[in-house]
């Protein structure tokens, strides 16, 4: 029996430790068994020395509620994906006067079902989390891991088994808001930013609608695949050298990592303007503030095209 779409969103997930921290595991689709070695700090393929009964449970306690479905349809080893409706249900839950139209809530929700959004919750990067640069953990993953002990001993050597880890993904929906507050803001400027260079590109000078383009394809990662094209090299280039020439000036609390993916792929410039604006009214707390876009820009800009922002 599915929940009410005001129950359905992070703050409902939050209420139970288990649905949270499996939700956010199959972000990344994923087998069970799959998600159980993200959970318990495995890499993936390796061996599974934990009862996972309770992950079994809650699978199906989220698939009885549609926040999971089955990426395909096979008997054996089936791909489950986490449904984006708590994510979106929050957003609009904040969004008070900033409400959004019904086709600006569809291509938000394209963009956040996007393979290019989900993947900054992949095994690898959960596990191996994105830092800044002294080199401590960006604080959306800080965290996640807790240590385990265990009373019994170890079937195999009759010895005490060490301790372990386990994923626990608590306050999930300031997590969540963090990310995509710096997603809207990051596209907020380097779109404008992108303009400013490429004024005769076809984003820029209106001949392509990017609102348009992802509602007629319905897919945010082919949006990026076809405009890769028209998408200068060397654009987001400048950027890392400035971050790392001023890394003091940020008192260097710059998410390279979390930079280097975002600048893997043209998709922070593909986010139509009026969806970058409207996440970046999300509330979170932090001790971390984004990057000073105006001071980066002023660097990129003046001093590498002498243009006067």
Same mark, same amino acid.
């Given at each position: 029996m599915?929940?009410?779409?005001?129950?359905?969103?992070?703050?409902?997930?939050?209420?139970?430790l $288990?649905?949270?921290?499996l939700? #956010?595991?199959?972000l990344?689709? +994923? #087998?069970?068994q799959?998600?159980?070695a993200?959970?318990?700090?495995?890499?993936?393929?390796?061996?599974?020395?934990?009862?996972?009964s309770?992950?079994?449970?809650?699978?199906?306690?989220?698939?009885?509620?549609?926040?999971?479905? %089955?990426k395909?349809?096979?008997?054996?080893?089936?791909?489950?994906?986490?449904?984006?409706?708590?994510l979106i249900?929050?957003?609009?839950?904040?969004?008070? %006067?900033?409400?959004?139209?019904?086709?600006?809530?569809k291509?938000?929700?394209i963009?956040?079902?996007?393979?290019?959004f989900?993947?900054? =919750?992949?095994? +690898?990067?959960?596990? $191996?989390?994105?830092t800044?640069?002294?080199?401590?953990?960006?604080?959306?993953f800080?965290?996640?891991? +807790?240590?385990?002990?265990?009373?019994?001993?170890?079937?195999?050597?009759?010895?005490?088994?060490?301790?372990?880890?386990?994923?626990?993904?608590?306050?999930?929906?300031?997590?969540m =808001?963090?990310?995509?507050?710096?997603?809207?803001?990051?596209s907020?400027?380097?779109?404008?930013?992108?303009?400013?260079?490429?004024?005769?590109?076809?984003?820029?000078?209106?001949?392509?609608?990017?609102?348009?383009?992802?509602?007629?394809?319905?897919?945010?990662?082919?949006?990026?695949?076809?405009?890769?094209?028209?998408?200068?090299?060397?654009?987001?280039?400048?950027?890392?050298?400035?971050?790392? %020439?001023?890394?003091?000036?940020?008192?260097? %609390?710059?998410?390279?990592d979390?930079?280097?993916?975002?600048?893997?792929?043209?998709?922070?410039?593909?986010?139509?303007?009026?969806?970058?604006?409207?996440?970046?009214?999300?509330?979170?707390s932090?001790?971390?503030?984004?990057?000073?876009?105006?001071?980066?820009?002023k +660097?990129?800009?003046?001093?590498?095209?002498n243009?006067?922002?």
């Amino acid at each position: 029996m599915g929940e009410s779409k005001e129950s359905c969103d992070l703050k409902y997930l939050e209420r139970n430790l $288990h649905n949270a921290t499996l939700w #956010t595991a199959f972000l990344e689709p +994923k #087998t069970q068994q799959e998600a159980a070695a993200l959970i318990f700090g495995v890499e993936p393929g390796g061996p599974i020395h934990h009862n996972i009964s309770s992950i079994s449970k809650t699978r199906h306690n989220l698939l009885e509620r549609n926040l999971l479905s %089955k990426k395909e349809n096979k008997l054996r080893n089936v791909k489950l994906r986490a449904n984006i409706t708590p994510l979106i249900n929050s957003i609009l839950r904040v969004q008070k %006067k900033e409400a959004l139209t019904e086709d600006e809530i569809k291509v938000l929700s394209i963009i956040l079902d996007s393979d290019w959004f989900r993947e900054i =919750f992949s095994h +690898k990067k959960i596990r $191996h989390p994105f830092t800044y640069q002294d080199k401590e953990v960006y604080e959306p993953f800080l965290g996640l891991y +807790k240590e385990i002990h265990y009373n019994r001993k170890d079937m195999s050597t009759n010895q005490k088994r060490p301790p372990g880890i386990r994923l626990e993904v608590e306050n999930l929906e300031n997590r969540m =808001f963090q990310i995509i507050y710096e997603l809207g803001y990051y596209s907020h400027n380097f779109s404008y930013d992108f303009c400013v260079l490429n004024k005769n590109n076809l984003i820029c000078d209106g001949k392509i609608s990017l609102f348009e383009e992802i509602l007629t394809k319905n897919s945010f990662d082919e949006v990026i695949k076809d405009m890769k094209s028209t998408f200068p090299s060397g654009f987001f280039e400048r950027y890392v050298h400035y971050l790392n %020439k001023y890394s003091e000036i940020f008192s260097r %609390k710059v998410p390279l990592d979390f930079f280097n993916y975002l600048f893997s792929s043209p998709a922070l410039c593909l986010i139509p303007e009026e969806i970058a604006i409207s996440l970046r009214v999300l509330p979170y707390s932090s001790s971390n503030r984004p990057v000073d876009m105006g001071f980066l820009r002023k +660097k990129v800009l003046y001093e590498r095209t002498n243009i006067n922002v």
